[in-house]
């Protein structure tokens, strides 16, 4: 008797690629990679208002897509895309992965181990003396003696809102509580994670990872030529 053939995955590994685009897109380009998206994930993009917001939402996408291709999925698996109770995206039991955008920025995480948490953001000037509730004490002691206080800032919003990400319930956690261990890990609830920033070949971006296992970590810039190549 022939058994099923079964994908086993060699080594688990948290796959982590991006996507900038500076500039928007001639419509028939935009809409080429629109239409490479199910019906409900087009509406999803085109709620959007301002053009940065259109594109980093449908490269958001294309990148679960990509990202699903290195592990060696179908592109059949990305129309199951569900959210849970939380608002969260899913797949499928076997996978987990997360997205984040900003300005002009579009990421994934994907792994077929654990959870993971992603996020992004443009370090624009802030007013950032107004988020002292989101940060321990030990932390807004620090913001206030540094003379890199914006970037320290952004930092550590983007470790909390990865941490929260990961976690599944967003901002409605203590976010005061989330600080990095030297160990580079966080507790949270009596959960660990493990937590690393990420160094994007694009300047002025802040990116943290967090994942629920200790794994080898790949990150890959796509480009959006690549994006247009892509099945032609």
Request: charged letters at 20%; a negative charge.
């Amino acid at each position: 008797m022939r058994r099923a053939s079964v994908r086993i995955p060699i080594y688990f590994m948290i796959t982590v690629v991006y996507t900038h685009c500076p500039a928007p897109l001639s419509s028939t380009d935009f809409h080429a990679l629109l239409c490479r998206l199910p019906p409900s994930q087009q509406a999803r993009v085109q709620r959007y208002v301002r053009w940065q917001d259109q594109h980093t939402c449908l490269f958001s996408r294309l990148l679960v897509q990509h990202a699903l291709r290195e592990i060696g999925e179908t592109g059949d698996l990305f129309t199951t895309w569900q959210l849970d109770a939380q608002g969260r995206p899913y797949l499928n039991a076997a996978l987990d992965f997360n997205i984040a955008h900003s300005e002009t920025c579009a990421m994934c995480a994907l792994t077929t181990q654990g959870r993971v948490g992603l996020d992004v953001e443009y370090q624009r000037p802030l007013e950032w003396q107004g988020f002292q509730r989101i940060m321990s004490a030990a932390q807004w002691d620090t913001l206030q003696k540094t003379a890199e206080a914006l970037p320290l800032f952004y930092r550590w919003w983007t470790l909390k809102e990865s941490v929260a990400k990961a976690d599944g319930r967003g901002l409605s956690l203590g976010l005061e509580q989330i600080e990095e261990a030297p160990s580079g890990e966080v507790w949270l609830a009596q959960q660990r994670w493990f937590v690393q920033p990420l160094q994007l070949a694009i300047p002025n971006y802040q990116c943290y990872l967090a994942s629920s296992d200790a794994l080898a970590v790949t990150l890959q810039e796509i480009t959006v030529a690549e994006h247009l190549a892509a099945f032609v």
